[in-house]
């Protein structure tokens, strides 16, 4: 676990025009997301050690957070008519919220943290993460859930 790091800004870049793959840059951090095409499952590297994160059964809102064997991490969707998921972490509770009803921007608040995660405009899939992170592997957690829940978005639209 890291110190809080306050005012933070952290550039989330897709790895390609139309990846869920994310690349994210914060001050001396960096991260890759990956999400797996088939199912709500994938993994994260963090300066050079790598996550897997799992979903536990197929209509389920619970995944986790490992490193090897050891569980780092877990998330718990709230309701399947919101966009909440609760964040259990080393350091407490964080919850993963949608700022409105229509958005994509969502809050992260809970436990070191008041951080807003935000598309850089309505037609891209780039985003930043600003305000107080207080941890950097949490956030990343965070961010997968949110593209997550960008991704279910677009393919029910697409529907």
């Known amino acids: 676990m890291t110190k809080a790091i306050e005012n933070a800004m952290i550039r989330c870049i897709p790895k390609g ?7 994210l840059h914060a001050g001396g951090h960096s991260a890759r997301i990956e999400i797996n095409w088939t199912s709500e499952q994938g993994a994260l590297e963090i300066d050079g050690e790598r996550y897997e994160i799992q979903k536990h059964g197929p209509l389920s809102g619970h995944w986790t957070l490992t490193a090897g064997s050891k569980q780092l991490a877990s998330a718990k969707k709230i309701s399947a008519f ?3 998921i609760e964040l259990d972490t080393e350091s407490g509770t ?11 921007t969502m809050l992260l608040a809970g436990a070191g943290f008041d951080a807003v995660i ?6 891209t899939r780039r985003a930043s993460i600003t305000g107080t992170i207080g941890d950097f592997r949490t956030v990343c957690f965070a961010f997968w859930l949110t593209v997550l829940l960008w991704r279910r978005a677009a393919q029910s639209s697409h529907s």
């Open 17 to 23: 025009l139309c990846s869920w793959n994310y690349r």
């Open 82 to 84: 919101t966009r909440t």
């Open 94 to 104: 964080v919850t993963l919220s949608a700022e409105s009803a229509f958005g994509r």
């Open 118 to 123: 935000a598309p850089a405009h309505p037609f």
